[in-house]
């Protein structure tokens, strides 16, 4: 798709779009030949604002030259209004969740009026209601000839709009199908190259009765609010709620990242202090964010340098970086996490990459924050495999995601946020989907949260 949209050049092979042979040269090139790309990564200028961004290199102009502001905005709206969100066009970027710049994004594509419209996982941080808006935008963009390539790992998704199936493996195309003759199990299939027998791997492990984290009454803001739970070595403790509910603000103020207003937190029955992400890191307590790219790594560095950058000092020898001691604990992680890279020293955009650096300073709390965003079916095993070791190891690891499948399917107990506090602490082998569903939306049980410990 970066090859189709001009951001990168082929080797070799051809493109014939619209009965001629094409090679595009830049992005821009593609853009003005009618071809949009919406990336999975945001690309988005965080500064500025929503309509600047939706608009940016192509703003209307008054007669006199000048950028039309006004018209800039009214536009911005009537974009915005198509794929049924209301914000403000004069609203900053960066003071927007991750759901609404993903809408903006959307909308800034749509006003380039592309004959051709790549999507890449389009979906992955939207609510349901913006899904259905997103889906009406598409069938109306087909029913006026616009192609569209969408790209998903929502394998479910694909019923409501697609009419073939492409699937690609290992940078090759495995097979092209009309959707109505084939499968999903058969599409897993493929796309994993072996029969995938189960979702989700064997949990081998029981926590023990050890309280690892005990969090209470932490508060942080409007969006996080009294909130207290006990995570023990080797659980895997799960994060619920609907969007907004407030389990990435409770991430943030427990790692530092956000400012904390009250509570307390200990560690193995000590009291710590959590104030800033770099008193959390020397306490053993990790966190990785749902956007890796943005928050978790350094793209411009190298997979070595990423590893090892939490802990430095295990890398140097009399105050001095040991590039052999840096390529040796490298080589071990990547061959522990199998993560594929060509060269150590190649840039950096890896989960695994971002597990490896908090293993490497040797954590005892991994908090991962939609930890299969955006990944395949195979790999999200693979990533469900890891988080199963790590717990197995008697590492204390809590969940946020927003799959309930996932959510039942790898945690001991999950945590049921709404409105920014603890709706109820459930034994995940108790529960069902319409009960966690239940308490998010504030329909539960009406009596104070409940909690089901272990060890209660």
Known sequence: MKILSGVERPDVGTMTYEGRSVKFHTALEAQRAGIGIIFQELNLIPDLTVAQNIFIGREPHTPWGTIDESQMKRDAVTLLASVNVSISPDTEVRTLPVSLQQMVEIAKVLSQKSRILIMDEPTSALTEG??????????TLR??????????????????????????????????????????????????????????????????TEVLLDVRNLCSGDRVRNVSFQLFRGEILGFSGLLGAGRTETARALFGADAKDSGEVFLLGEKISTRSPYKAIKKGIAYLPEDRKQDGLAVLMSVSENLTMANVPAISRFGMLSKAA????????????????????????????????????????????????????????????????????????????????????????????????????????????????????????????????RNS
């Open 130 to 139: 913006e899904i259905t808006a997103l889906f009406k935008v598409i069938h």
């Open 143 to 208: 029913d006026r000839g616009v192609g569209i390539i969408y790209i998903s790992h929502r394998l479910e998704e694909l019923q409501h709009i697609v009419d073939r199936i492409s699937i690609l493996r290992d940078g090759q195309l495995v097979g092209t199908k009309r959707y109505s003759d084939i499968s999903l199990k058969e599409v897993v299939n493929l796309m994993v190259g072996r029969k995938l027998e189960k979702q989700f791997p064997q949990r081998s492990n029981s926590p023990t």
């Open 326 to 453: 840096e390529r040796t604990a490298t080589s071990q992680y990547v061959e522990s996490l199998q993560i594929k890279t060509p060269r150590l020293d190649q840039k950096v955009n890896q989960q695994k990459v971002v597990v490896g650096k908090w293993l490497f300073n040797n954590s005892k709390i991994l908090i991962f924050d939609e930890p299969t965003r955006g990944i395949d079916v195979g790999t999200k095993y693979a990533v469900y495999q890891l988080l199963e070791s790590l717990a197995r190891e008697g590492i204390g690891v809590v969940m946020i995601s927003s799959e309930l499948p996932e959510i039942l399917g790898m945690t001991d107990r999950v945590v049921v946020m709404h409105k920014g506090r603890v709706a109820a602490t459930l034994l995940t082998a108790e529960t069902t989907q319409e009960e966690i569903l239940g308490y998010a939306a504030g329909l539960g049980n009406p009596q104070p949260p409940r909690e089901k410990a």
